[in-house]
């Protein structure tokens, strides 16, 4: 897809949240875009995130995957959740000074209140280097009670601009 179909998402600002916090200042403050059925990030790794030299750490990588598949969640179902499970596989190094590309999607909705999603991190000429699988539980109001009051409105008026968000892109 071009550019042109890559529809910036809405985000909290002024989060600490490590992958996609804007005040977290050794976070990796991800910004989101729609395309398609997918939620995408792009980052290029500098060397503070590094494992064996020249190497992204692994966890990382298990980072980008993991708030992807979160946020296409987030995106498509407008619902707090948490992740339960996730399998990553490593198939080729991130080489540190790479640009990325992230991808993740819903891949099953059969059994609410769990959610299957998918993710993938590819290179600019499109080589895969992990892809991963998770499992997240939408949270009920009695499961989220510990979650700030003022936490919970601003996720509600982000679900409310994704829902605007979504209206719009479909007209």
Not at 5 to 22: E, M, V
Not at 25 to 53: H, R
Not at 90 to 96: E, F, T
């Amino acid at each position: 897809m071009s550019d042109k179909d890559r529809i910036k998402l809405p985000q909290l600002q002024g989060h600490g949240c490590f992958a996609c916090g804007t005040e977290n200042p050794i976070g990796l403050n991800l910004q989101f875009y729609s395309e398609g059925s997918a939620v995408c990030t792009e980052i290029t790794l500098d060397k503070i995130y590094e494992g064996w030299t020249g190497i992204a750490h692994g966890g990382i990588a298990s980072t980008l995957l993991d708030e992807v598949m979160s946020w296409a969640i987030l995106y498509s179902k407008k619902v707090l959740i948490v992740t339960r499970n996730m399998t990553v596989k490593y198939i080729r190094p991130i080489m540190i000074g790479t640009p990325l590309l992230i991808t993740g999607q819903i891949s099953d909705t059969r059994t609410f209140p769990r959610i299957g999603a998918e993710a993938e991190i590819r290179d600019r000429e499109g080589v895969l280097l992990v892809k991963g699988s998770g499992e997240f539980v939408a949270l009920s109001e009695e499961k989220f009670s510990s979650i700030p009051e003022s936490y919970k409105k601003e996720m509600s008026l982000l679900f409310e601009k994704f829902e605007e968000h979504s209206k719009n892109t479909k007209a």
